[in-house]
């Protein structure tokens, strides 16, 4: 059994060496890191031994490699170069991966891809805030190379990334420039789901970018299509982590819709309290100028010592007494759901009838009728 995974490893390693021998450039593609890491879950089932033997082998080839310094042979070694890498990452495997890149990283420079490895590595590390956000703008610069602009790995490693930083950073949320990061990561994801629609860790990565941007709804869908795609007999763990994050974000979503509706409903309570407030307020002003008016006006009239002064004060508190009931009987009706046009306005037309009195009375005077 051994020996036939071994000699498949053999096979395919052949087989892509020789792909690279008439395309060089393949070795930037998405399809060359998912063969590679395919043959990397191959190489997991190798025994100790029969694993540090494989090792060695690479490890030889690399050297005799890169000492012709080819370029073609060179891109032959980093096909070795990259399957450890990928081998010991994915299983952290540290001490022979820090030896791997100590020793041959900087002589993979002419490279492109190297830098994506080289950002993959260094995400590993438990770095400072300062050192992640570089990193993060690293990983951001080479997504927006057009070398990359279609290889989902690259893309959605800045994009994770981006999510890591910025939900462990949520102070930062507020600022423009990280607001206008974490949209762009947001649209970058957007982009690698459509391009590779098939892989759950993508649905999981957009999901949390649309959480930070405040996109609740397509956050929810994005966790449960992962959770579809997920194979839950062989990851477990991964698969309650984007359980726990769907139902997380989907309570954050109704908690802010129910908050969103209390609060506008709060601010219009306020504002039509606030109104009738003010109405009343002028109502009250209105009724207590009046009654000055009407106690100085009675004031004046006895002191003058005029045969009418009974006449006139009667007939002075008869108006009062009518515009102050009007008032009083305008002020207790809320016309607000009053539907038809006559019980609208009739309030309004007895107080012009009112006002109009008042004036008819004053002329009365004036012409000396009264």
């Known amino acids: 059994m051994i020996e036939s995974i071994s000699?498949?490893?053999?096979e395919v390693l052949i087989h892509k060496v020789e792909a690279i021998h008439k395309r060089p450039s393949l070795i930037n593609t998405r399809e060359f890191e998912k063969e590679i890491t395919a043959v990397s879950k191959d190489m997991k089932k190798l025994t100790e031994k029969e694993l540090s033997v494989l090792e060695n082998e690479m490890t030889q080839k690399i050297d005799l490699l890169l000492a012709t310094k080819e370029p073609n042979d060179i891109n032959?070694?980093?096909?070795?170069?990259?399957?450890?890498?990928?081998?010991?990452?994915?299983?952290?495997?540290?001490?022979p991966l820090?030896?791997?890149?100590?020793?041959?990283a900087q002589l993979f420079e002419s490279i492109p891809f190297n830098e994506h490895?080289?950002?993959?590595?260094?995400?590993?590390?438990?770095?400072?805030?300062?050192?992640?956000?570089?990193?993060?703008?690293?990983?951001?610069?080479?997504a927006n190379n057009e070398t990359f602009s279609s290889h989902t790995g690259v893309l959605h490693h800045y994009a994770e990334l981006c999510a890591e930083y910025y939900e462990f950073n949520i102070e930062e949320?507020?600022?423009?420039?990280?607001?206008?990061?974490?949209?762009?990561a947001y649209l970058v994801a957007q982009e690698?789901?459509?391009?590779?629609?098939?892989?759950?860790k993508f649905y999981v990565t957009l999901g949390r970018l649309a959480s930070l941007n405040k996109d609740y709804n397509e956050s929810y869908e994005a966790f449960s299509r992962a959770l579809a795609l997920e194979d839950v007999e062989s990851a477990r763990s991964t698969y309650s982590l984007y359980q726990m994050q769907a139902l997380a974000v989907k309570k954050n979503f109704e908690t802010s819709e129910f908050i969103h509706k209390q609060l506008n409903q709060q601010i219009e309570d306020f504002n039509d309290k606030m109104s009738k407030t003010k109405a009343e307020n002028i109502r009250t002003i209105g009724l207590f100028a009046g009654l000055v008016t009407f106690i100085l006006g009675n004031i004046n009239i006895v002191l003058s010592g005029s045969?009418?002064?009974?006449?006139?004060?009667a007939l002075f508190t008869?108006?009062?007494?009518?515009?102050f009931a009007l008032v009083v009987l305008y002020s207790s009706i809320d016309t607000t759901n009053i539907k038809t046009k006559f019980s609208r306005y009739f309030p309004q037309f007895l107080i012009l009838l009112t006002f109009l009195s008042g004036i008819m009375i004053i002329i009365l005077l004036l012409t000396g009728v009264l």
């Open 192 to 200: 690698i789901v459509h391009i590779e629609s098939n892989y759950a």
């Open 173 to 184: 949320l507020n600022q423009t420039m990280s607001q206008e990061q974490i949209k762009n």
């Open 7 to 10: 000699s498949t490893i053999n």
């Open 318 to 323: 008869s108006v009062f007494l009518i515009y």
């Open 76 to 95: 032959i070694a980093f096909v070795y170069y990259f399957l450890l890498f990928t081998f010991y990452r994915r299983n952290r495997v540290m001490n």
């Open 98 to 104: 820090n030896d791997l890149i100590s020793s041959y």
């Open 117 to 142: 490895i080289l950002i993959l590595y260094n995400a590993l590390k438990p770095y400072q805030n300062s050192k992640r956000k570089e990193l993060l703008n690293q990983a951001e610069k080479l």
């Open 307 to 313: 045969q009418s002064t009974v006449q006139v004060m």
